[in-house]
């Protein structure tokens, strides 16, 4: 975790600290929308670590942005759960349904960013006792932040990768888990 993390600063930094001439960057002309589709990893944090192994996590993002350095996002992503207990017989998941809005920072235009949101995410799992199909849903309100960085390839096309730090607010207790992610990033 220590390398992923280092790796992430290390990027993160290489972006920040980049100059025009560093990076091709396309004139923009506002509004416009991008679609991101996107795979990573998350790693649960206290009581949900204890019952699920690091996961992967696929999704897509649809942004809107109206004008320089704001973007407003809509980001459906599933996390496949892996179960520690190799005894438990079924499957779960999480179908997080978040909405927030991106700020961009950094001397090349829409480069390095921070983003907050909140959203609705579904837990579930079933289990197959005796073969028999049990299907149980929660959903709870959610919260996430994180910071990430564009590196635009042409005009229309950039490769990005983000970490965000996920809140989830169960009936119980909360559940947190950081995740990692990267994809492409199509402007329209």
Avoid at 43 to 63: D, M, Q, T, V
Avoid at 106 to 132: H, L, M, P, Q, W
Avoid at 138 to 159: C, D, H
């Amino acid at each position: 975790m220590k390398k992923l993390i280092l790796i992430i600063v290390i990027f993160q930094s290489q972006i920040f600290f980049a100059g025009e001439k560093d990076l091709y960057v396309p004139a923009i002309k506002f509004p416009f929308w991008t679609v991101s589709a996107e795979g990573g990893l998350i790693a649960p944090l206290g009581n949900f670590g204890n019952l699920y192994n690091n996961s992967p996590s696929a999704g897509f993002e649809l942004e809107y942005h109206p004008f320089h350095r704001l973007a407003l996002f809509f980001n459906p992503q599933y996390d496949f759960l892996s179960a520690k207990d190799n005894s438990y017989n079924g499957t779960a998941g999480y179908v997080e349904l978040g909405a927030g809005a991106k700020l961009f920072m950094g001397k090349a235009s829409e480069t390095f960013f921070v983003e907050a949101g909140i959203g609705d995410y579904f837990y579930y799992y079933t289990s197959n006792i005796t073969n028999n199909n049990t299907t149980h849903i929660q959903g709870s309100f959610a919260v996430k932040a994180g910071i990430g960085g564009n590196l635009p390839i042409t005009e229309r096309i950039m490769f990005f990768l983000k970490t965000d730090f996920h809140m989830v607010f169960t009936p119980s207790s909360k559940t947190f888990y950081p995740g990692l992610y990267s994809g492409f990033r199509l402007k329209l």
